[in-house]
């Protein structure tokens, strides 16, 4: 589909064999590092930054991942909100030196309009063998999102942002928008698509809202009813389909839309739909150093600091073990968006259906070129914009 996405076809099978037949298996192909539990947003939706730890240093992420090498494809970098740390390009540069992943994908609340650009700019610039993601996150329009948000003027400082991102002209960017789907913006989902794909992003992607024990809001009832979610996500489908998309950002979508469906069927089966891979092809890293098989379960198989940041130590040990034997009997289901992207490449039912739908996005964008013989555009009509790599966040 993309230069990056080939080079993984041929690893994939040993993926699988290491969930279903067992042994010693390889380092994981997708982590997530959680930078810190701060934020300075108060989202309706999340409560992480009333969790407190000592946070990893560039210098521990350094020994950490000097110890895995070059096997991962895509890291994340979540938090709380990632650029608070003064240190985030820092962090994405030891990244790069030592894993040398094609994608790089940041989320960000968008509330740094005079910063945010420049450290962009400069990953991207240490970077150039990465696709680095931006996503900004967008959960309303207008004063609404920063009711969800509840920080005022969010959704201008935001829009600021995303205008920075997007006039910078580097070729190995795409930004985004990011919706979390909850029971306080999920009426009126048509009109928030509506209104920030004509900001023209690259991408636009949505998760629901989940109770989670490491964003502080179980029993919080924000998640919207099945048939809510069923509603949107049929929207968004009919909307995607239709859509021009061009570079990294065409094989995200072709992910997504497959992880769209997947996830409404999670969501009423409350069971997993294809076979999990977090803890045998996907991790994240607390901001404290706990390897984690993902931050659904949020259940820790061994502390970096304690471990000598030895990662292979802690991925290849019993604990480990332990918690993958309950992923593959099916003890735990869930949504959960980044490990959905390894689940669809692991499953060769879904890959071939994510791949049809890039056969098929690649089709639309082909005619729009030729109806209005024009370049690359971003979904909503902005700035040209091609893309190198492969596939996202």
Known sequence: MSKGIGSLLPVLPSYWAFRNIGGRGKLPLNFTLSLLYACNSRCKTCNVYERKVRIFSVEEYDRTLATVGRVPYWFTLSGGEPFIRK??????????????????NIPHNGTFPDTTAGKVEAMAMACPESEIIINVSLDELGHKHDEIRQTKDNFELATRTFNSLKALDVPNLTVGIHTVISKFNVDNFPAIYRGLTAMGPDSYITEIAEERDELQTLGTGITPTLDQYGRAIDFLLSQVRNKKFEGVARITQSFRLEYYKLAKQAVGLRQQTTSCYAGFA????SPDGEVWPCCIRGESAGSLRENGYDFPAIWHGERMEAIRRSIRNRECACPLANASYTNIMLSPVALAKAGLNYAKLSV??????????????????????????????
Do not use: F, H, N, W
């Open 87 to 104: 240190d985030i390009v820092e962090i994405v540069k030891v990244v790069y030196e030592r894993c040398r992943p094609k994608i790089i």
């Open 282 to 285: 996907s991790c994240q890293i």
């Open 364 to 393: 639309t964008a082909m005619l729009e070129r030729g109806a209005d013989g024009e370049g690359a555009e971003g979904i909503g009509g902005g700035d040209p914009r091609g893309g190198s790599g492969a596939a996202r966040s």
